[in-house]
Every structure is written in structure tokens, then in C-alpha cells.
């Protein structure tokens, strides 16, 4: 019997694993070409093209790459089994994030991966993530997907936790989709997003880039937040305290967003922790937020709700229908977590 083929198409975007040494140090410099050669016979069971679509350090990868990204992707789609973006680590989960909202119904598989350590420098990791990428497409996972370190993770799920570990990702609270072993893809989820039958790829990648992300240190000024408003920021994700605390005495952050969110901006308040949800109904400090009109992350990562206010406000800019939004669960950003039992 012989085995399927599947059609995959390398883009390739820059990063580490596409970088080089330069005069100013490592700087993406290698094409699709060199990555797909690199990667060559790794794996019999694929048929790979491939497209540079960008040649950045993911630290320059802004709101607008993410729109030229998701396009491209929406456009080729239809010709192959799935497509696999390499991509600088720095900001990979913020791109995850975005193509997870913008690419609705989703039925075939989107990985991102990149690497540690250049592709052409000896003992890199470059070949064995795009080895999982590639098995993410082959076993069928749906969705937007970040692979690396052979843990395959929900786009909207990842986060980047370590600068040098090889297993630089981390799926946060949410398990990962897939785990690659020495007997293959040990898959836990096989799609990000339920999809209706006949319902067709849509791509919605209107973005509102103005959101700005405050992360509160004790004693934080109350005024930042007119200020932001007056340098023209739309919509504000706050990093609280624990389970979604701000301080209120002294130095009164409640007045301040309350103003704020009075003029209609949108507050969406995660939390600082990397595991577990904000909930600002436990805590009187939470509830009087509550009052003022904020949104909870609730399980979110604070890419994800970056991201997802910057979608919100591509479609709307009532703070209401941003709250409906963020109700609502697009890729599995949200209700990873059981409720907490107070
Ligand atoms: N600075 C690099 C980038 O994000 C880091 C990496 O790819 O690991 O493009």
C-alpha cells in the first residue's frame, strides 16, 4: 500500500532559525530555499514548496505583518494540506494569537515554527521543530498551531517563557495539542475550533493597532491612563496583580480607568501570574473594577488578549460589543480553565 503524500507549503518569514552572523550580530539572512534544503528528506511522507514572504527579526514583526501573513496564508490555502510559517521566537505567539482570530474556519492545519539556533549552525533545533510542524499537517491537527520542541500548542495558547531553553514555549493553561514521541504524534486535541459543515475559510483581519499593554507596578500612577488616551491608544489590556488586583488607596487606578472607560474605551484586565485565571470577583478591589466598567481576561494570555482587543476594535469601537467579543470563545483563548470555587 502506498502512503499519501501530503502537500505542504514552506513561508518563511525570518527569525533565528533563518539568521546568520553579521557584523551587527545574527540577523535573518537565509532564504526559503536554504531552510527547505536544510530540511530536505527529513521527511518522506511530505511533498514541501515554498514562498519568502518576509525576511524580518521577529522583533520588527508589527500588527500590519500579521495582516500580510494571514493573507497570504487565507490565498494558498486551497492548494495544499496544510502550511507550516517559520518565524522569529520573540513575537511567534503574538502572530499565533492574530492568525487564530483572523483565519476563521479553519479545517486544515497552520503551524508556526521557528528555532533557537540558526538552521545551518551544528546541534540546532531547527530541524526537528520543523520535523513537528511538518507532523502537525501530516496528522491532521486543525487550526492555528505554534510547534516546537515537539510540543504542539494552541495559537492562542502560547507563550514564550524561556529566551535560551530549547523548549521555549510553554501552553498555558490549556494542554498542549500534541506531543511528538519516538512512535509519532501523540495528538490531544485535533482541532482549535469547532467548524460547521460547508462553512468556508473566511479571513478577518481588520486590526485596530492602538491597544497599549499596562503592566502595573506598586505605586503606578493613576494619570497614565489619560495620557495614554491623549496619545491616542483605543483600548488598554491591564497586567494586574494576582487574581486581577489594582490599587486603589493613595494612588486611586479604579478612578483612573473608570474615567476612561467612561469615554468608551475598552479595559481588559489580565493577569500578571503565567498560570491560572484572573477572576475580579473575588476580591473587593475586583469587584469595585467590575463596577468601573472593565472586561476580564479571565484565562487568557495576555497575547491573546492584546491581540483580541485589536481585532475587537477592527470590528467596533462600542464598548459593549467589545465586551460581547471578548464573551465569546474563537479559538479556545478562553474557558481553558474550570471556574474557581469560592
Ligand atoms: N530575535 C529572534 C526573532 O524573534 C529570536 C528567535 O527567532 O529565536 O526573530
Redesign the pocket.
Known sequence: MTKKTSKILLLTT????ASRPGEGGLA?SIGAKEILDAFEGSCPEAAISYEELLN????NVQPEHWQIIARRVFERLSEYDGIVVTH?????AYTAAALSFMLRNLRKSVVLT???MPIDEPGTDAISNLHTAVSVVLCGIAGVTLAFDRLVINGVRAVKSSTVDFGAFESVNAPPMGILRADGMSVLSRSTVRVEDGANVILDSALCPDVFLLKLVPGTKPEIFQTLLDMGYRGIVIEAFGLGGVHCEGRDLIAGIKKISDAGIPVVVCSQCLHGPSDLSVYEVGTRLLDAGVIQGADMTTESAVVKLMWALGKTKDRSEIAKIFAANYAGESGGLPPLKH
Open positions: 525570518g527569525g533565528t532559525i535573518p524580518l527579526d521577529s522583533a522569529g521566537t520573540d513575537t511567534m521557528g528555532s533557537q
